[in-house]
């Protein structure tokens, strides 16, 4: 039974502390293949029982039990899982029976382990198959050896190695301390797919019991011993300084110990704020509403929505902006006119909104730095808080819970060096929680980005596709890139179509904002998806095409076709009916492509409601299709809620939605209609899968407005009962 | 100011006749108690009309909606989440009004605003505010068949009832009804004793 | 000192009598099982039962709790056995998990109350809670799966 709680965490911080982090013992990593010849052998909890790490990711003591360590953070989309069913399939141990313990932060030993860019098993599958396989060829070897057979007459299955021919058996800690001390072989043999037992499978997550219970470990939920309890007022513009503060009230609310003024890094500023140390949350929670602060916000726009809009519309009217990619030459052919279509699309500033706040625990102790909390990048956050703290890297340990939610927010670095911050003023370890109105108006969000679409359409089809957009671009942080083009551009877009249509530009018109902004779900895709997808439909129309045809037209590569042919056969596209919208998006990130339908139509009450979705999935090699269904689902969800249900917006640069009640989410309610999730069966390299399902939703739903209404919607959020 | 006065009570003893002959041809059930010398129609329905003010604020047609699902805010838009009034008007299920509503308002805007009594019309007497005209309210509240079978006396006794008078207890960041408690008293109690009446529209 | 009785076990707790039965749950009883998700009774992350009523623990006050039963997730059941829990599992309806706690505790009082949910009931009594995740599909299935696993007797 696997497990990830106190006592897990416990042991395997004791594991660190007597074995050292630099884990002198054979790392099989591709990342960084050099190889020791003797493992490190470490006394673990079970007395007389020594704990061996094989490599990593792999440790066995010596009464058999098996660890598997998730160097990535969980935070739903099936990391804990996914990791795991790799390592076990060619380690031969069953997963059920196996420890699963999140890693420290540590990229020397583990690679880059910022969980974004869907890239937990697309970047490490091939590693962490071959880790395994070495693992279990070792520990073949050892029994060999043992037995005095060939190695080849042994076979490695449920944590055994057996000797077919002898019938003879010796458990994988029988083994362990003598596999330890062998040299790793620098070739293994590794399965075929088609020999799979576990990858591939739609085996049950091993978090889930742990999710049904209470007993799965969030960041909320840790606690250090002697863990004081803080909540910080920041200012609500999202910059600036404080002025001042009176605490007087707060002082007087029980529980409340200690007021200070703290400053925590945004990307590259610092924001300050004053947090409120206390015995509780709730303490700190109350005394942080008894604070006074006034801020000096001097220096920068206040900004509201109006704004920004406007000004990036006005821009996409005039200017060309910072060229990213061009093939052939569009404006030429624009120039020369016809039928040419020039709209403009528009999409919302979107809060992560993750059901568990913010919140990190940290306890600064000079020369050590221990942080335990919802992270989506414990690598990065040890490079970062040992640089900020000045405290050696080898002695910051970040520590991975469950993530209640990331979706991009929680790489960020700005909660746990705030908390660090705290630690370090008031010499005690601290969780700084983060209120749901803290959470929704501090940001950073997903910009909001307007996009100026020209296409000329001529015989039936695209004679040339130019694309400006307008909106912050998460690289602009850094002073330097601020006069390249942003990157995320053609994000979302399908590669194929640039040399097909073959005049085809992608721009991007610089605007920025004070407002700080952060990758959310599917990142630049998740808006460009919309912009993109209902302008190829636009151009359909045009051209007198099926829209699903005219991506046919384009889109010529053989693996995308046989995707496009599943999408016809799954959703009924030919056999459509009167009385029904049928829309359509595809869009490509993360190596993976994402093709959906969405068939709507009139209720009984004159409202157009959403009757199915189908989605097809192509994200090549993959491990367990019941978690590659359960994201494109919950992407489904997310995406209907940014498209349908909420924004954020800004009023003199503050944020006017503070929690639920304004910045409203979909509800159970919301999603009376199937989604039917298809994943293509192919031997491409893996792609990524917790992001790549959301960005075709909210174009084929407007797309399948239209098909029922014939009205265009290019404004995203807009609202299904007004439709 | 007489002489408006004068006008008003001219104009209101028109359209309070012009009220009783509808009135007395309409399905009105209720037979006003009190001698006919306290009876005024035009008194009693221009009391109502104050009456009506109240009733139609958000403090009060919030919990009396057309539909099955409890209104909320100041623009008495539909509660978020979609509570459903149930058979007893206390939310069903695990969506109970008294599960969010406690006996008394949390401090904090936008915290549920509470009341012991916390609870919609039941389904079966469902006492609908939402649109509707001031004489169909009237006659609704007026008609024991609609009004939860309270007869004069009970009718009287619904100012002090503890989810009314609540309304004007509303909680942080919520608009008090347009007139005083005393002043909407008055003026039920009025329109009450002095027979009453429906208005014309 | 407040008395609660919370999954069966009788505690007294030293706590402002103002302070949500959330906090004192977490930070008092450590039960961390019940979340903060909103603090205004918006998600429906905090969800306990009441004397059996699916009560938000981020808006009741300990002392509205004074004396009565408490149960949250981790008294549900014995062994992580509920019809509901069970269902959970077949089905692996949560991602992220954060939410799952409250909403299987409002769909107990909803399986109590009306041992075959439609749809409708369904929705009546699970919009009050909020999955970011959006794994809504697989809750409607997994509270239909209990319900019919109870009404076969073998729930457990």
Same mark, same amino acid.
Request: proline share 5%; with cysteine.
């Given at each position: ?113 910022? !969980? ?95 999710? !049904? ?27 600036? !300084? ?39 949350? #709730? ?96 690598? #990065? ?131 920025? !904002? ?106 090549? #090699? ?102 | ?201 | ?156």
């Amino acid at each position: 039974m696997s497990q990830q709680n106190e006592a897990t965490t416990t042991s395997r911080r004791n594991f660190l502390k007597t074995a050292g982090i630099a884990g002198s013992g054979l790392c099989l990593a591709l990342y960084f293949p050099s190889l020791a010849k003797a493992a490190k052998i470490v006394n673990a909890d079970e007395g007389g029982v020594d704990d061996v790490e094989m490599n990593a990711w792999v440790h066995i003591n010596t009464s058999g039990k098996v660890t598997i360590f998730c160097h990535r953070a969980e935070m739903g989309q099936g990391a804990y899982q996914a990791v795991p069913q790799i390592v076990a399939e060619e380690l031969e141990v069953d997963l059920d029976k196996v420890n699963i313990v999140f890693a420290q932060g540590n990229r020397k030993k583990y690679g880059g382990q910022v !969980t974004g860019g869907s890239s937990t098993v697309r970047g490490s599958y091939k590693n962490l198959l071959k880790l395994g396989a070495t693992a279990r060829e070792m520990l073949i070897a050892a029994a060999a050896a043992r037995w005095g057979v060939p190695a080849a007459e042994c076979f490695a299955a449920s944590a055994q190695v057996h000797h077919r021919p002898g019938g003879k058996t010796l458990h994988y800690g029988e083994l362990v301390v003598s596999a330890s001390k062998m040299e790793a072989p620098k070739e293994v043999k590794q399965k075929a797919r088609a020999d799979y037992k576990l990858i591939g499978k739609p085996l049950k997550r091993q978090d889930t019991v742990l999710k !049904t219970n209470g007993t799965a470990i969030f960041g909320i939920d840790k606690k250090i011993p002697g863990m004081k309890y803080a909540a910080v007022e920041r200012n609500p513009r999202l910059r600036g !300084t404080v002025k001042s503060y009176d605490d007087s009230a707060t002082m007087r609310v029980p529980g409340v110990t200690k007021v200070i003024k703290v400053k925590m890094a945004v990307f590259n500023t610092y924001r300050e704020g004053v947090a409120v140390i206390a015995n509780s949350t #709730w303490a700190a929670m109350q005394g942080k509403k008894a604070l006074k602060v006034e801020w000096d916000d001097s220096g920068f726009e206040h900004i509201s929505t109006e704004d920004i809009y406007k000004r990036q519309q006005e821009d996409l009217a005039t200017k060309e902006g910072l060229l990213l990619k061009k093939v052939g030459d569009p404006d030429a052919v624009i120039k020369k006119g016809g039928k040419v279509l020039d709209v403009v699309y528009q999409t919302p500033y979107q809060s992560h909104s993750c059901m568990e706040p913010l919140n990190c625990i940290a306890h600064y102790q000079g020369d050590k730095l221990e942080v335990w909390g919802p992270i989506q990048g414990p690598d #990065w956050v040890q490079d970062f808080l040992s640089k900020e703290m000045g405290v050696a890297k080898e002695n910051v340990f970040i520590n991975m819970t469950f993530l209640g939610g990331g979706f991009g927010r929680k790489a960020f670095l700005d909660y746990p060096h705030e908390a660090c911050v705290i630690s370090k003023e008031i010499g005690a370890p601290v969780q700084v929680v983060w209120s749901r109105e803290d959470d929704m108006t501090q940001g950073p969000y997903r910009p909001g980005v307007s996009y100026r679409c020209e296409a000329v359409v001529a015989n039936g089809g695209i004679e040339a596709f130019k694309v400006r957009m307008s909106g912050q671009n998460t690289d602009h942080w850094d002073a330097e890139k601020s006069t390249k083009a942003n990157g995320s551009t053609s994000e979302g877009f399908l590669k194929p179509y640039f040399e097909a249509i073959g005049n085809v530009s992608f721009s991007d018109v610089p605007f920025e !904002t004070p407002i700080p902004i952060m990758w959310w779900r599917s990142v630049y895709a998740s808006t460009n998806g919309f912009a993109y997808e209902s302008f190829i439909d636009e151009i359909a129309l045009a051209a007198g095409k099926d829209p699903l045809e005219l991506r046919r037209q384009y889109l010529k590569e053989d693996r995308i076709r046989k995707q496009i042919d599943k999408l016809v056969e799954v959703s009924g596209w030919k056999n459509r009916k009167k009385n029904e919208g049928y829309g359509v998006a595809m869009t490509e990130c993360f190596n993976s492509t994402v093709g959906q339908v969405v068939k709507v139509s009139r209720g009984a009450n004159g409202k157009v409601k959403i009757d199915h979705v189908w989605a097809v999935m192509d994200c090549g #090699w993959y491990v367990n299709p019941d978690t590659i269904r359960a994201q494109v689902e919950g992407s489904i969800v997310m995406a209907l809620g940014a498209a349908t249900i909420h924004e954020i917006t800004f009023k003199d640069g503050l944020v006017e939605q503070k929690n639920f009640y304004a910045y409203k989410m979909p509800r159970i309610s919301d999603i009376p209609f199937e989604i039917e999730v298809h994943i293509m069966d192919n031997d491409a390299a893996a792609g990524g899968v917790g992001e790549p399902g959301l960005p075709p939703f909210a174009p084929a739903l407007t797309n399948a407005i239209f098909d029922l209404t014939g009205s265009r919607i290019r404004k995203l959020p807009f609202d299904m009962n007004t439709i | 100011m007489k002489q408006a006065t004068l006008h008003a009570r001219k104009a209101g003893v028109i359209i309070a006749l012009l009220g009783v002959v509808v009135v007395l041809s309409s399905s009105f059930r209720y037979v006003p108690h009190g001698s006919a010398s306290t009876r005024d129609s035009a008194v009693s329905a221009q009391a109502f009309m104050k009456v009506y003010s109240v009733l139609m604020s958000p403090r009060c047609v919030n919990c009396h909606p057309a539909g099955d699902v409890p209104l909320q805010g100041e623009l008495s838009q539909p509660h978020a989440m979609s509570p459903q009034r149930g058979d007893d008007g206390k939310g069903v299920y695990a969506m109970k009004c008294a599960n969010c509503h406690q006996a008394v308002n949390l401090p904090g805007p936008h915290m549920p605003p509470g009341n012991p009594n916390w609870h919609l019309p039941p389904a079966n007497m469902k006492m609908v505010f939402q649109g509707k005209t001031p004489r169909e309210l009237a006659l609704q509240l007026t008609n024991p068949a609609t009004n939860g079978n309270k007869d004069k006396k009970k009718l009287l006794e619904h100012a002090d009832d503890g989810l009314v008078v609540g309304g004007w207890n509303p909680g942080e960041g919520r608009a008090l009804p347009p007139l005083s408690y005393a002043e909407f008293k008055k003026a039920w109690r009025t329109w009450i004793e002095t027979g009453a009446y429906a208005p014309a529209k | 000192m407040i008395s609660l009785n919370v999954n069966g076990e009788s505690h007294s707790i030293d706590a402002d009598p103002e302070m949500p039965l959330l906090w004192a749950l977490r930070d008092i009883l450590n039960l961390t099982g019940t979340k903060y998700g909103c603090g205004v009774a918006q998600c429906g992350a905090c969800v306990v039962h009441l004397d059996g009523e699916a009560v938000r623990s981020c808006v009741t006050k300990v002392s509205r709790a004074g004396g009565r039963k408490v149960i949250t997730i981790e008294g549900l059941s014995a062994n992580n056995d509920h019809p509901l829990q069970k269902a959970w599992q077949e089905i692996d309806v949560p991602q992220c998990g954060y939410c799952h706690s409250g909403q299987i505790m409002s769909a107990a009082v909803l399986l109590r109350e009306n041992p075959n949910p439609t749809d409708a009931d369904i929705d009546a009594a699970m919009s009050g809670n909020i999955c970011r995740c959006g794994t809504y599909p697989r809750i409607r299935k997994a509270i239909h799966l209990a319900a019919a696993w109870q009404a076969k007797g073998n729930g457990r």
